[in-house]
């Protein structure tokens, strides 16, 4: 009788504390279950009046059942006070929520996604390469062998290759695609090439170890583009890019892999062609070299002499972004401080 006394005591006792919410109601449950009063205190002070065999049995349950309704007294008090402290703090769902943080693209990259677009709309398709190359890619290929003086118009980070298959290097400019595209490929195409490329050279305002530059190839069939192609073509991309008529002027320059070459430039749009450190003062910017492809270079490919006939020209982004941009020192697109690069 005493044991299911305790066992109802215990269930009632567990669910009256498990759905108590208010601090009131669950100061009369503690009074009714563990306070001095309650029916289980009753039941183990009547213990001494019982038969031994009842008090063996009667006494280990009553205990535990205190220990129970401890615990879920326990529950109970911390639940109400999480109940108080929400319903005490105040929310205002009005308060516009924090932004967070996001990034964006390089203004080189953004620049680079331009350029393929333009390109792609007057049908070149856009093509990759590798950074690190073999010689023979970027001068061998191009009608620069070793012993050629042109070498020397391009500082070179050499890579130690020993053991390696070719001589490797950081390629000097995104012609080093050329002939690898070439030997997989038969005319007429059109390509661009955007790219890193890289010169061992001193650093200043307008020139950088670490540079973007963008090749542009269009071959075909001999007869059927011309210097005038390019010039047109190239133009046209200028007008796109910088969204006004630009001023190009062609002078005629050395390329072992073209004949004829040009150097190509653009009227300085940071000074308005008035002169600045950017411009040397001349009023105008270089922005690379081009011209009609060398019949070496085809053969390198291993086309068939004289079948074929092309431009190329291969012009420096980065140059371009800074006059896009209006920066007057091309180190400050590479050196990684993110307050110039928010800017954009
Ligand atoms: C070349 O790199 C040739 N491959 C261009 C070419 C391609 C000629 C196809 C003919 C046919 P050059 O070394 O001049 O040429 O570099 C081309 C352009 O890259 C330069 O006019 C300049 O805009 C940019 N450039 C070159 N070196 C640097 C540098 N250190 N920092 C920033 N831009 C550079």
């Keep these: 009788m005493v044991k299911e006394n305790i066992a109802r005591i215990i269930e009632e006792g567990k669910e009256a504390f498990a759905l108590a919410t208010e601090e009131m109601v669950f100061a009369e449950l503690e009074k009714k279950y563990l306070g001095r009063k309650s ?8 213990l001494k009046d019982l038969s031994p065999e009842e008090k063996r049995e009667a006494g280990p349950l009553a205990n535990e059942g ?12 911390t639940r109400i006070a999480s109940f108080k402290l929400a319903s005490e703090e105040h929310i205002d769902i009005t308060v516009p929520g924090r932004k967070p943080a996001v990034g964006h693209l390089h203004p080189i990259t953004r620049l680079t996604h331009e350029v393929e677009d333009i390109f792609s709309t007057l049908g070149f398709s856009v093509v990759g390469g590798q950074e690190v190359e073999t010689e023979f890619y970027n001068f ?57 490329a890289f010169r061992n050279e001193a650093t200043d305002a307008s020139h950088e170890h670490t540079y973007h530059q963008f090749e542009c190839l269009m071959v075909d069939e001999r007869g059927k583009v011309t210097v005038a192609h390019f010039k047109h073509i190239a133009e046209m ?44 003062q001349s009023g105008w910017l270089e922005i690379g070299g081009a ?38 020192d091309i180190r400050l697109f590479m050196d990684g401080d993110i307050r110039f690069i928010r800017q954009f």
């Design 291 to 328: 011209g009609m492809i060398h019949q070496k270079v085809f053969e390198k490919a291993g086309y068939d002499a004289g079948k074929y006939q092309g431009f190329a020209w291969g012009f420096g982004l980065t140059r371009l972004a800074m006059m896009k941009y209006g920066v007057t």
């Design 140 to 196: 061998d290929a191009l009608n620069i062998p070793s012993d050629h003086p042109a070498r020397d118009m391009q500082d070179t980070f050499w890579i130690d290759s020993e053991g390696l298959d070719s001589q490797y290097v950081l390629r000097t400019h995104t012609s080093s695609v050329q002939v690898r595209y070439m030997e997989a490929h038969t005319p007429p195409f059109r390509i661009v090439i955007p790219g890193r």
């Design 39 to 46: 029916d289980l205190s009753d039941i183990l002070k009547g």
């Design 237 to 280: 991309f200028f007008r796109e890019f910088f969204g006004r008529d630009v001023k190009v002027r062609l002078r005629p320059s050395f390329f072992p892999f073209t004949e004829p070459s040009f150097e190509f430039d653009i009227s300085c749009i940071l000074c308005d062609a008035k002169g600045c450190p950017v411009c040397k």
């Design 66 to 77: 205190r220990l129970v309704l401890e615990r879920a007294a326990e529950e109970a008090r």
